[in-house]
């Protein structure tokens, strides 16, 4: 029997980070009777059509914006992977993007005293770390980063989720719809275990302020192991169309993404995560099962035509058109951190390192009210200024507004931060909201370079000082 936090007369107050997405949407639409829903997006809401569900307008990149939109919430639902870029230029990979989204949201939790955080993530092979995919080896660091703070959290770790409009699934249907020839290579005879929209969201509804699965990890899918090829061919069926399925000894990764971006009709972000991690068998570990109540799981079938029948959608959110700054930029690295410094001792070393590596050109100078302003040799104005927000740091965290310079167009948003991440296993520096003076093409071929390149010598630095 599930024991809740609380007692069933009081409704546990819910935050959805990545609320606009599938699995949010059907949710929201299925269980906003049940709790006191908050939902987070970035863009601010025009029309909600649900008047008891409450939108919050977030940046999941600030710490402050998240922690604001976390006040008051019992449980947590982070369903966010490798968000699209929220800036014109994004220099960071999407692990990188994901370890500081994910380190956000602990932040925020705990902060607001946050009892749990409910993850959606993807099942995970029996194997070592070492050879899982990059997605998959990000969904893992994701899951640690989430759980190491004070709020327990479940990570719910789910094959394809079939079910109407879920991008997996639609993936699959379009490449039965498009080709009426099939040509299957190596990856699709991996196995896994689909599981439908309805029994997704019964078990997510299951481990919300449930006990007995704080701090676990479960794993999920109907118990239905089939290949993927298995999946094309059962799908085609369900739709009535005849295929030649065949398979092909040949796993080209470059040409399967390729392959399945075009007929499968499927964004990038979506396709190579999804491409990469087929090499792996993913199905249920019996150890990791989900067994807090029996679920009478649809078959895969049963599954796909409610996919492709299903009449009742969910009542759509409209937002207004985002009116942030153009010609934004964000940049995120990650550095090892064998010795466990602190990030004030790396931003204190990035401080007096950088103009020690530029003293032929550059120097570092400190305001009487502690600005810092690095200078050309021979220039009185600063080409970039930092103002240090004390009360927004401390050891693991050092942060700076980016506050002046003649390279800087925009002074009163931006900011540079330095961070541990993953018990200090990493340091993670990344600016925000930087807007350049320079015009686009001449910044992006110039000065966008030249700062990854200095970056990449900070962190050459620092392994030689571990």
């Known amino acids: 029997m599930a024991e809740q936090t609380q007692s069933s007369d009081k409704k546990l107050t819910l935050a959805i980070a990545g609320a606009g997405g599938y699995v949010g949407r059907w949710f929201i639409h299925h269980y906003k009777d049940k709790y006191n829903i908050i939902a987070l997006s970035r863009r601010q809401i025009d029309y909600n059509p649900h008047p008891e569900v409450t939108w919050r307008q977030v940046e999941l990149y600030s710490i402050s914006s998240t922690t604001e939109a976390l006040k008051g919430v019992d449980v947590a639902m982070y369903l966010v992977h490798s968000m699209n870029a929220s800036t014109r230029l994004n220099q960071g990979s999407f692990e990188d993007t994901d370890l500081l989204l994910a380190d956000n949201f602990s932040r925020a939790a705990q902060i607001n005293g946050v009892k749990q955080i409910i993850y959606l993530g993807g099942l995970l092979p029996k194997e070592p770390e070492e050879k899982l995919s990059r997605h998959l080896k990000s969904r893992l660091e994701v899951e640690e980063t989430l759980g190491s703070r004070k709020a327990y959290l479940t990570a719910i770790r789910a094959s394809i989720i079939v079910g109407p409009g879920g991008s997996s ?25 689909p599981i439908s929209l309805r029994d997704t969201l019964d078990i997510i509804d299951t481990c919300i302020g449930n006990k007995n699965v704080f701090g676990k990890a479960i794993e999920i899918g109907s118990p239905e192991v089939m290949s993927y090829r298995d999946m094309l061919e059962r799908t085609a069926k369900v739709m009535g169309r005849k295929r030649l399925v065949f398979s092909v000894p040949v796993f080209s990764l470059g040409l399967s993404k390729f392959w399945v971006g075009l007929f499968g009709d499927s964004p990038p972000q979506l396709v190579s995560p999804l491409v990469e991690s087929l090499k792996h068998t993913l199905t249920v570990s019996p150890e990791l099962k989900f067994d807090e109540k029996k679920i009478d799981y649809l078959s895969y079938e049963d599954s796909v035509k409610i996919a492709l029948n299903e009449d009742t959608k969910p009542n759509p959110v409209t937002f207004f058109p985002s009116d942030k700054v153009k010609n934004t930029v964000r940049s995120i690295q990650r550095m090892q951190n064998q010795n466990r410094h602190s990030a ?97 093409l001449i910044y992006v071929t110039t000065q966008a370079k030249m700062h990854l390149w200095v970056m990449n010598r900070f962190k050459s630095y620092l392994a030689k000082k571990d």
């Open 344 to 440: 004030l001792w790396v931003a204190n070393r990035y401080n007096l390192w950088l103009p020690s590596f530029f003293s032929f050109l550059i120097n570092g100078k400190t305001s009487e009210r502690g600005d810092l302003g690095f200078y050309l040799l021979w220039g009185k104005k600063p080409m970039l200024q930092l103002t240090m927000i004390p009360d927004r740091s401390d050891q693991q965290r050092q942060l700076f507004y980016i506050s002046g310079g003649w390279l800087v167009k925009r002074f009163d948003y931006g900011w540079l931060e330095f961070r541990e991440v993953l018990d200090s296993k990493y340091i993670i520096s990344a600016i925000h909201e930087f807007v350049p003076r320079l015009p686009w």
């Open 169 to 193: 699934f639609d993936m699959i249907k379009n490449l039965v719809r498009r080709l009426p020839v099939l040509m299957c290579p190596k990856w699709t005879e991996s196995m896994t275990q």
